[in-house]
């Protein structure tokens, strides 16, 4: 059974900075696009980033791109979503998800709020 466990959440202020963790069990991470969506109360969940499983590419959503790095670690079956310069913004749940073919599976996400 695969399962998706984050962590690293929290409060921090506008420009401050977080590291998300994804460890995986069940499954390896490398047969896998390892992703990471996040969804604010009343709004639908969005994309923030992902890894390409056959080409180790990371790709991201215009609104982090040069303020998030997502990197995987294959040895640990975990993935990262490292977050600078975080923005004032409505408090959201960040979920990693695992991507193949048709299949998808997601953790239970972890909350990360920006205030002042």
């Known amino acids: 059974q695969v399962q998706l466990i984050e962590s690293g959440g929290g409060l921090v202020h506008p420009g401050g900075s977080l590291n998300l963790s994804c460890v995986a069990s069940?499954?390896?991470?490398?047969?896998?696009?390892m992703g990471w969506f996040r969804q604010a109360p009343g709004k639908q969940r969005e994309f923030v980033a992902r890894?390409?499983?056959?080409?180790?590419?990371?790709n991201y959503s215009d609104s982090v791109r040069g303020r998030f790095t997502m990197t995987r670690d294959v040895a640990n079956n975990t993935v990262y979503l490292q977050m600078n310069n975080l923005e004032l913004e409505t408090p959201a749940i960040y979920s990693c998800?695992?991507?193949?073919?048709?299949?998808?599976?997601w953790g239970q996400g972890t909350q990360v709020t920006v205030s002042s």
């Open positions: 998800n695992a991507h193949f073919l048709s299949t998808d599976r």
């Open positions: 890894i390409v499983r056959k080409t180790d590419d990371a």
């Open positions: 069940g499954t390896l991470i490398y047969i896998w696009d």
